[in-house]
């Protein structure tokens, strides 16, 4: 377990930092399920590159190579930790 462990929605923008895990609601939650599909998996690099305009949502998040636009509620999903 590390230390500063954050939920991706709470990391600031360009910060460098690395997924724990993604939790869900239940043993079938589909969004915590797609999250996993598309690469929130444990140690793949990510951040936050951008926020919207307004309530800052959507988040245009990267993840390895590849960017997404998630909704603050799913990013709270997403467990991270600073990297080193």
């Known amino acids: 377990m590390y230390l500063s462990t954050v939920n991706l929605s709470e990391l600031s923008p360009f910060t460098p930092a690395v997924v724990d895990s993604v939790s869900g609601l239940d043993s079938n939650d589909p969004i915590s399920k797609r999250l996993r599909e598309l690469g929130f998996v444990e140690g793949e690099p990510v951040s936050i590159v951008a926020r919207g305009p307004i309530g800052a ?28």
Not at 66 to 84: D, G, P
């Open 57 to 84: 949502d959507p988040l245009l998040v990267q993840i390895g190579y590849t960017r997404f636009a998630l909704r603050r509620t799913e990013a709270q999903r997403v467990t991270v930790h600073l990297a080193s």
